[in-house]
Nanobody, 118 residues
Framework: QVQLVESGGGLVQAGGSLRLSCAASARAFSNYAMGWFRQAPGKEREFVAAISPTGGTYCPDSRFTVSRDNDKNTVYLQLNSLKPEDTAIYYC???????????????WGQGTQVTVSS
């Protein structure tokens, strides 16, 4: 099991940027794929991005970039050109493989709020 703690959320104007961080407790962090998900009010949680242990990424939205620093046990999510509809709680998760299916992830953080004003 790995403990995950997200940070970096906040209030930003439309068009702005934020960088989210997710710090992991496990020494085996470098063995895990890491995913980012988000959940907006009244909506289901949705996939945002994922990164493999060696840095391969899967990020459908070109405004966002996922990266990791295995020496720091940290994964990042860079959010650019933010829109009000990006407002959500953003969660990181650890799993065995890069996938958009949240059921494949076995550890989750508590989330960090991102609010984008128009």
């Amino acid at each position: 099991q790995v403990q995950l703690v997200e940070s970096g959320g906040g209030l930003v104007q439309a068009g702005g940027s934020l960088r989210l961080s997710c710090a992991a407790s496990a020494r085996a962090f470098s063995n895990y794929a890491m995913g980012w998900f988000r959940q907006a009010p009244g909506k289901e949680r949705e996939f945002v991005a994922a990164i493999s242990p060696t840095g391969g990424t899967y990020c459908p939205d070109s405004r966002f970039t996922v990266s990791r620093d295995n020496d720091k046990n940290t994964v990042y999510l860079q959010l650019n050109s933010l829109k009000p509809e990006d407002t959500a709680i953003y969660y990181c998760a650890a799993g065995p493989v890069v996938t958009s299916h949240e059921s494949q992830y076995f550890s989750w953080g508590q989330g960090t709020q991102v609010t984008v004003s128009s």
